[in-house]
């Protein structure tokens, strides 16, 4: 299994950054790509961008390119979300999530595992 942990949400004003991380314990050798997602309330959990492991090549989602960058860190299994320039609609609960495989996929029922989640509120 892996496990994991996201962790850098917050509040912030319209305007501002947050930076997310998302640490992966456990069985990290089988993880071939990651992804972010985030739920805002009443909606449905939407993609936000994919990474794959191997080579760090990105996808995102539709709109979130521009504001939104992912990176990673191998030797400490983790992976970041910089979001610049936040609205309120970005307010959500972020997730991060992996696979096995090293093909992309902006669909939630691709994914093994999930984190628990973090809140990022923005107030306008």
């Known amino acids: 299994q892996v496990q994991l942990v996201e962790s850098g949400g917050g509040l912030v004003q319209a305007g501002g950054s947050l930076r997310l991380s998302c640490a992966a314990s456990?069985?990290?050798?089988?993880?071939?790509?990651v992804g972010w997602f985030r739920q805002a309330p009443g909606k449905e959990r939407e993609f936000v961008v994919g990474?794959?492991?191997?080579?760090?090549?990105?996808y995102y989602g539709d709109s979130m390119k521009g504001r939104f960058t992912i990176s990673r860190d191998n030797a400490k299994n983790t992976v970041y979300l910089q979001m610049n320039s936040l609205k309120p609609e970005d307010t959500a609960i972020y997730y991060c999530?992996?696979?096995?495989?090293?093909?992309?996929?902006?669909?939630?029922?691709?994914?093994?595992?999930w984190g628990q989640g973090t809140q990022v509120t923005v107030s306008s």
């Open positions: 999530a992996t696979r096995s495989d090293v093909i992309l996929s902006a669909r939630t029922n691709s994914y093994d595992y």
């Open positions: 456990g069985r990290t050798f089988s993880i071939r790509s």
């Open positions: 990474l794959r492991w191997s080579d760090g090549y990105t």
